[in-house]
């Protein structure tokens, strides 16, 4: 079973940075591939980036413009999202996700365990 629990959202200035973090609370999260979801007030669920189950292969939105970072670490059952240089279109409710697939997918539907999400606010 599958556990996600994010943490490390909060209030930042634009052009600052925050690290985003996500604890799966199972046994079997080296079998998942995860990504990091966002979503703004009104919006849909937008791609923000994923990470294959090693950790070897990394895809990113186009929005991001090499301002982000995604990691994991496996012994520490934990999937990470360094940002920096914020701007204030990021701010939203970002949320960790994960896929049994191996494949790099861009799509919700895809992952099939979700976190409750954290709060990401950009002031100007």
């Not at 937008?46 to 186009?62: K, M, Q, W």
């Not at 895809?110 to 409750?116: A, E, I, N, R, V």
Request: aromatic residues 12%; glycine residues 12%; neutral net charge.
């Amino acid at each position: 079973q599958v556990q996600l629990v994010e943490s490390g959202g909060g209030l930042v200035q634009a052009g600052g940075s925050l690290k985003l973090s996500c604890v799966d609370s199972g046994r079997t999260f080296s079998a998942y591939t995860m990504a990091w979801f966002r979503q703004a007030q009104g919006k849909e669920h937008e791609f923000v980036a994923a990470i294959t189950r090693s950790g070897g292969g990394l895809v990113y939105a186009d929005f991001v413009k090499g301002r982000f970072t995604i990691s994991r670490d496996n012994v520490k059952n934990t999937v990470y999202l360094q940002m920096n240089s914020l701007e204030f279109e990021d701010a939203a409710v970002y949320y960790c996700a994960a896929s049994p697939s191996p494949v790099l997918d861009r799509t919700p539907g895809q992952y099939d365990y979700w976190g409750q999400g954290t709060q990401v606010t950009v002031s100007s």
